[in-house]
């Protein structure tokens, strides 16, 4: 265990500075950076001055290495916009994304789970038909488009919500939904795929030979063993929340990281868009090395293979 | 033929046919602003026009217009964004599976990574840092694409690897190089196409997210994406600016999809857990 823990970290590591290296190079290959960071209106004696403030005038590895030496400290430069240090815009912004993404997670799980379980058992009935065009309709409604959508029937057409900005519980309804069944049909199509599956199985049988009850059976039974490829699939549905995270914070004016990153793209601040990223792999690097942990805690077949 | 899924293939055609002969279906330009017709509805409402069928936006530019235009851009960016990152997928899954070892391993990994990190982030990164435009909008949806095609073709490959005719073919002393292109390549296309067919769709979601997200096509090119998020903030007084180019992406993309779904089934039914 302790070496699975070991081989994993490392892994966890290399790939949080390959990204931000990558964004670094990105960031100076595509021009000098100054110009991305200096505001439109300023002067060449502005732009020779934030070269030299920057170092931008040394050769490009000590350039990096000042870069990385700054990162190691949390530093990741300043924003343009906002003229804050952008490592603390973004855990400001963070706690917005995470209430809303909670929310957004429980309508995925109560949509999916029914929906997946029923459809493998009644494979081909109206439930499974049903469900099968809410997922293949998901998938191709853009999810800003879904949010604006939700925004013009509930908010503009009927009144009944608000269409946008954090506020009281009712404000989280449209936006959790967006960001909900941005996760469902995904998630919806691998239970039903590994229900089905699972349903076939050995010990499905001697459950149902032993007398025990159909309820039992399946929300037990099965559903306990199909949970386990969404749990492994766990760090794709991360990419995915955190790209709906940005489309739907966008839509609902929430002020949370998806937000902060659009508004970094359209006021092209690269400082606090390098921040975001870097501090965005770091996150999604490490939740999911601490899923994999616990994942293999439960399930020895992972450690050993 | 009984079989063919002739509504997604009317859709399919619509649009095809509307990025096409764009100039000879409306005579209005997309980008040309008119002040003196701003916001019109569409012709069914009262105060609407015969003259634009679905009405004007805000710089009184002909929706049915930039929404033909639109379809241009959108075929456009599949095209070159399923050339380059399929074709990027499909030469690396075919190099991976067939050579196989640490470098094999080493390419998977980079897929894993792919799936884990959000490419839209590198997407808007390129975005900033290149400048908006056509081609960053390719570099970056292949980016979000490489990764799907070259597992699901590595896996292909694998498997073709342990047939007979790949072995006689070693036998008889041909390069790895030439039994990839001439051996492996063929027997891996009907599983690419299928993949491209199914990612169409993808494409043109990212295509018009990104725009959305001020990160596509820069403006005043008329995308869906663009049409949509310039309609946004006028919702309550002008809802057929965001709605139409709105169902225009939801009811192409299910028709690629549904299409996609039918030509998976046909050519190839293993792959149906895609």
Redesign the interface.
Known sequence: MGRFVFQRLI?SII?VV??AT??FF??RL??NPVD?ILPEDSTPEDRVEMIKTLGLDRPIHEQFLIFAANALRGDLGTSIRFHEPAVELFFSRLPNTLYLSVPAMLVAVLMAVPLGVISALRRGGLIDKLSGTIA??G???????LG??L??VFS?QLGWLPSGRMGGLANYVLPSITLGTFLVAGFMRLIR?SMLEILDSEFVKLARIKGLSETTVIWKHCLRNALIPVLTLW??F???L??GA??TE??FAWPGIGRL??E???Y???PL??A??IM??VM??FI?LIVDILYAYVDPRIRFD | MRQLPWIPIALISAMVIMAVFAPLLTSHSPIEQSLATRLVPPAWDERGSAEHLLGTDHFGRDVFARLVYGARISLIVVVLSLLAGGGVGLLLGIVSGYVGGRLDSFLMRLVDAAFTFPAILFALLLAVTMGQGLNTLIIAISLLLWANFARVIRGEVLALKQRDFIALAKVHGCSPARIMAIHVLPNVMNTFMVLVTLNIGVVIVAEASLSFLGAGVPPPTPTWGLMVAEGRGRITSAWWLTLIPGIAITLVVLAFNLFGDWLRDRLDPKLRQL
Do not use: C, E, H, K
Request: glycine content about 8%.
């Open positions: 892994q790939m390959l990204v990558f964004v990105l960031g595509t021009g991305l293949v309709l998938i191709a409604t853009p999810n800003f488009w604006i959508l925004i013009f503009v795929s760090g794709v991360m990419a995915g955190v790209t940005i489309v966008t839509v990153t659009y970094a793209v359209i092209r601040d690269f868009l390098q975001v990223i965005a792999a999604i690097v999911n």
